[in-house]
């Protein structure tokens, strides 16, 4: 017979791993520890008895009063529970038990997998530790275990931990968030309130999920087998064109939604080998709109200016000496001919902290370089909301780059001009500096065809583009060229189709 069912049949309190008593052992209350023996007791015998009972023999609102009582009690039980493991790590009780750790112990205890005792144990020392107003909330019943996880998942870095405690920008903020939001929805809150405060390391994490975005056909007897994951951006993308592609089925359209959507993509593979040039179909962006509070938009460039001025005043006072020695970027340009414009990647992801995120029109968060990204290729239309949420105003959209000067920069640059890269306009878009208050550029100096992967890689990467009469410069944040230069038109020598970064 265990120490535990010792205690819970009639004995004292298990000792420790090391024989002496528990911790506070002699001054623990004999009541309160009769009274958890009791309760145990009787939340067996309740569970044995539910256990008995025939849900089919059960009317209808029985079976949902039932099902919604035994989620009531399961999400209760589960707040109890986290809070003894969080005593149980503290006090180390769980040592002598023939595992290395509490997570071990976890799995075995209840039978879970790995990953899930890791996060119930993650879970449970958070709610104990640095989330106090959650765990009280958790025992109401006001919100689940599912909202703590949410920002485990996103509060990884000391900063974000630490801004937990802000009387203003932390627990107390996002627990109103979650009373009114379902874990999903919740979990694209703390996702906007951890871009708003920590921009950089949101990027980086948006970075990584890039990398790790893929998609695989495997050919199987009876045909092929589509597996994969795409992050934010490129998956609501694939997402908006494959559901307006499907549209609304028909009373006679006996498809599930799996096989609709499996034709949608078919039909769409299937347009662009019947008609081969898809110049217009890949230039026209599918209709995802992007909010943008008028705030973001004006700090953000107010930052930027900000930022801008300092460092050309610091390239005053660290100007090279006459009869410096060149580098080899500025050599190695020369061919080209003189600068026609620069095109930057846009504005960095630190001039964006402390303002909030745009959002998908379901919420979703996007990073700085995700939100410039999309900028490049979109439509720009003035909405404005009243104190209550009433539209005041809605001005008419107007692209960024007209189509006159689409066709203009297809006709120049032929292909992506990104070093090794041959992809044409099919799978390809236009790329701008950003000016967001002049409402975009103009001059089709300023525009550059760049494939879509290519597109991202320099936004994310933050690399800047030098037009020459001639052809493009491609550097990175430290001054280094990637690769040669781009003549205007001429295809690399090497291409393999833009399918990975330099």
Same mark, same amino acid.
């Given at each position: 017979?265990?120490?535990?069912?010792?205690?819970?049949?009639?004995?004292?309190?298990?000792?420790?791993?090391?024989?002496?008593?528990?911790?506070?052992?002699?001054?623990?209350?004999?009541?309160?520890?009769?009274?958890?023996?009791?309760?145990?007791?009787?939340?067996?015998?309740?569970?044995?008895?539910?256990?008995?009972?025939?849900?089919?023999?059960?009317?209808?609102?029985?079976?949902?009063?039932?099902?919604?009582?035994?989620?009531?009690?399961?999400?209760?039980?589960?707040?109890?529970?986290?809070?003894?493991?969080?005593?149980?790590?503290?006090?180390?009780?769980?040592?002598?038990?023939?595992?290395?750790?509490?997570?071990?112990?976890?799995?075995?205890?209840?039978?879970?997998?790995?990953?899930?005792?890791?996060?119930?144990?993650?879970?449970?020392?958070?709610?104990?530790?640095?989330?106090?107003?959650?765990?009280?909330?958790?025992?109401?019943?006001?919100?689940?275990?599912?909202?703590?996880?949410?920002?485990?998942?996103?509060?990884?870095?000391?900063?974000?931990?630490?801004?937990?405690?802000?009387?203003?920008?932390?627990?107390?903020?996002?627990?109103?968030?979650?009373?009114?939001?379902?874990?999903?929805?919740?979990?694209?809150?703390?996702?906007?309130?951890?871009?708003?405060?920590?921009?950089?390391?949101?990027?980086?994490?948006?970075?990584?999920?890039?990398?790790?975005?893929?998609?695989?056909?495997?050919?199987?007897?009876?045909?092929?087998?589509?597996?994969?994951?795409?992050?934010?951006?490129?998956?609501?993308?694939?997402?908006?064109?494959?559901?307006?592609?499907?549209?609304?089925?028909?009373?006679?359209?006996?498809?599930?939604?799996?096989?609709?959507?499996?034709?949608?993509?078919?039909?769409?593979?299937?347009?662009?080998?019947?008609?081969?040039?898809?110049?217009?179909?890949?230039?026209?962006?599918?209709?995802?709109?992007?909010?943008?509070?008028?705030?973001?938009?004006?700090?953000?460039?107010?930052?930027? =200016? #900000?930022? @801008?001025?300092? $460092?050309?005043? %610091?390239?005053?006072?660290?100007?090279?000496? !006459?009869?410096?020695?060149? /580098? *080899?970027?500025?050599?190695?340009?020369?061919?080209?001919?003189?600068?026609?414009?620069?095109?930057?990647?846009?504005?960095?992801?630190?001039?964006?902290?402390?303002?909030?995120?745009?959002?998908?029109?379901?919420?979703?968060?996007?990073?700085?370089?995700?939100?410039?990204?999309?900028?490049?290729?979109?439509?720009?239309?003035?909405?404005?909301?009243?104190?209550?949420?009433?539209?005041?105003?809605?001005?008419?959209?107007?692209?960024?780059?007209?189509?006159? =000067? #689409?066709? @203009?920069?297809? $006709?120049?640059? %032929?292909?992506?001009?990104?070093?090794?890269? !041959?992809?044409?306009?099919? /799978? *390809?878009?236009?790329?701008?500096?950003?000016?967001?208050?002049?409402?975009?550029?103009?001059?089709?100096?300023?525009?550059?065809?760049?494939?879509?992967?290519?597109?991202?890689?320099?936004?994310?990467?933050?690399?800047?583009?030098?037009?020459?009469?001639?052809?493009?410069?491609?550097?990175?944040?430290?001054?280094?060229?990637?690769?040669?230069?781009?003549?205007?038109?001429?295809?690399?020598?090497?291409?393999?189709?833009?399918?990975?970064?330099?």
């Amino acid at each position: 017979m265990s120490a535990q069912q010792a205690w819970i049949d009639g004995g004292s309190p298990a000792r420790a791993s090391d024989g002496s008593q528990p911790r506070a052992a002699g001054v623990v209350d004999e009541l309160v520890v009769a009274r958890a023996r009791n309760a145990v007791m009787d939340l067996r015998a309740c569970l044995a008895e539910l256990g008995g009972v025939d849900p089919e023999v059960l009317g209808g609102r029985v079976q949902m009063a039932l099902s919604t009582e035994l989620a009531t009690a399961i999400g209760k039980l589960t707040a109890i529970r986290a809070d003894v493991l969080a005593v149980i790590d503290e006090s180390g009780a769980w040592r002598g038990q023939g595992s290395w750790t509490l997570e071990d112990v976890e799995r075995k205890t209840s039978g879970a997998t790995k990953a899930e005792s890791s996060r119930t144990i993650k879970r449970a020392k958070t709610l104990r530790k640095e989330l106090p107003k959650f765990r009280e909330e958790v025992h109401a019943g006001g919100i689940s275990m599912a909202h703590v996880d949410a920002i485990n998942h996103v509060a990884t870095t000391p900063e974000l931990k630490a801004r937990l405690a802000d009387p203003e920008e932390g627990e107390a903020l996002l627990l109103d968030a979650a009373k009114t939001m379902d874990p999903d929805r919740f979990r694209k809150h703390v996702k906007a309130w951890a871009i708003k405060h920590e921009p950089e390391q949101a990027e980086e994490q948006a970075r990584q999920e890039s990398l790790d975005e893929e998609l695989m056909m495997i050919e199987r007897g009876w045909g092929w087998a589509l597996n994969g994951k795409f992050g934010p951006v490129n998956g609501h993308l694939v997402n908006t064109v494959l559901s307006a592609q499907m549209g609304v089925p028909t009373a006679n359209d006996l498809r599930g939604p799996k096989q609709r959507r499996a034709d949608a993509l078919v039909a769409l593979c299937s347009r662009a080998a019947e008609y081969g040039d898809i110049k217009k179909s890949a230039l026209i962006t599918p209709h995802v709109s992007v909010h943008v509070p008028l705030e973001t938009m004006v700090g953000a460039e107010m930052a930027a =200016q #900000i930022s @801008a001025e300092h $460092a050309n005043s %610091k390239r005053v006072v660290d100007k090279p000496k !006459d009869g410096a020695k060149k /580098s *080899s970027c500025a050599h190695s340009s020369q061919t080209l001919g003189r600068i026609l414009a620069t095109i930057s990647s846009g504005y960095s992801s630190d001039v964006f902290e402390g303002l909030e995120p745009a959002t998908f029109d379901d919420g979703t968060p996007l990073v700085p370089s995700q939100l410039q990204a999309l900028l490049c290729n979109s439509e720009l239309a003035r909405i404005i909301f009243g104190a209550k949420g009433q539209v005041l105003d809605a001005g008419r959209a107007s692209r960024i780059v007209t189509k006159n =000067q #689409i066709r @203009a920069v297809v $006709a120049r640059d %032929k292909t992506c001009r990104f070093p090794g890269c !041959d992809q044409t306009i099919s /799978s *390809s878009q236009v790329h701008h500096a950003q000016y967001w208050r002049d409402g975009g550029p103009t001059n089709i100096d300023n525009l550059v065809m760049l494939c879509w992967y290519h597109h991202t890689y320099v936004h994310q990467h933050d690399i800047t583009i030098t037009h020459h009469e001639h052809g493009w410069v491609f550097r990175k944040p430290n001054g280094r060229i990637l690769a040669g230069p781009r003549p205007h038109g001429e295809k690399p020598p090497d291409a393999r189709g833009g399918t990975s970064p330099p």
